[in-house]
């Protein structure tokens, strides 16, 4: 995926994705021609600048590469941009991208989530890991987990895991069948701007940095003060955006086998 915040117009974007594909897009105006009911030589001059897209067509390219909501919305702002007339024009859709080129960094507007948490809800599933992690436990190999397995592998009481496992039976994000339990919806997400946030954080921090002196061979655990420019810093700052992207589709499709952690932290140092 090529990073569209980073760019300040629309032909550049949709340049640059066609050459990040393989055999540098070999194909693909033709493909877009078609999508759109349009010669591809049409296509060739939208691309260097001699003609423009309207908005019908710019909202099927941007459905057509696979661009989500707030991607398709920075991407038809930068068109109407370029389709403005005068100065005062441009400057208004200007704020507009920046705005949106803001909320990028809420990954909450990025990531897929099949829950949405009522307020009382986070404040109970984000006071501790094992709500989280038990959940998880309870995907592994799609066989469920007893209640035996569950106080065994997180050195729970009894009645420390049956009320974790009250209350994600509940909440619907898992489902019990007999004497087992499975997971229910897959994805649930924070907003960086939840007062809950910081103890979500914390939670897995303070539980990866237990472990952080038996770390094993197949793990990674890295660390990386470094300096660089603002520009450089916002670039590799939706290059990760990206990456989570992408990560987060793996995981949506994979096989549960085994329970991770993924923290990542990109902060500038005061």
């Known amino acids: 995926m090529v990073a569209i915040f980073k760019f300040d117009n629309s032909r550049e974007f949709l340049r640059a994705y066609i050459d990040s594909l393989p055999k540098k897009g070999w194909g693909e105006i033709q493909r877009w021609a078609e999508h ?4 591809a030589s049409y296509i060739s ?49 200007d704020e507009k991208l920046k705005v949106i080129k803001s909320q990028s960094g809420d990954l909450s507007r990025r990531l897929p989530k099949d ?8 404040s109970v599933f ?18 469920g987990k007893n209640l035996e397995d569950i106080t065994k592998r997180f050195n729970l009481k009894r009645i420390e895991a049956l009320h974790v496992l009250d209350f994600l039976c509940d909440s619907g994000l898992c489902v019990k069948k007999g ?17 809950h946030i910081h103890r979500h954080r914390q939670n897995w921090r303070v539980k990866t940095l237990s472990q952080i002196e038996t770390t094993q061979p197949e793990e990674l655990v890295f660390s990386a003060p470094f300096s660089v420019s603002q520009a450089d810093f916002e670039i590799l700052r939706e290059e990760l955006s990206l990456f989570l992207e992408a990560f987060f589709r793996k995981v949506k499709q994979t096989d549960p086998e085994e329970m991770a952690v993924l923290n990542i932290d990109l902060m500038k140092l005061r």
């Open 36 to 39: 759109l009911d349009l010669q």
């Open 45 to 93: 001059q939208v691309l260097s600048g001699s003609k423009t897209f309207n908005m019908d067509q710019g909202l099927k390219i941007a459905k057509h590469l696979g661009l989500i909501e707030i991607e398709i919305d920075f991407l038809m702002m930068l068109m109407e941009k370029e389709r403005a007339g005068s100065h005062e024009t441009k400057k208004y859709f």
């Open 115 to 122: 829950r949405v948490f009522s307020e009382v809800e986070k």
């Open 126 to 143: 984000y006071s501790s890991w094992h709500y989280s992690a038990i959940r998880l436990f309870c995907s592994l190999s799609g066989k």
């Open 179 to 195: 004497d087992s339990y499975f997971v229910g919806s897959q994805q649930t997400h924070l907003e960086s701007s939840s007062p």
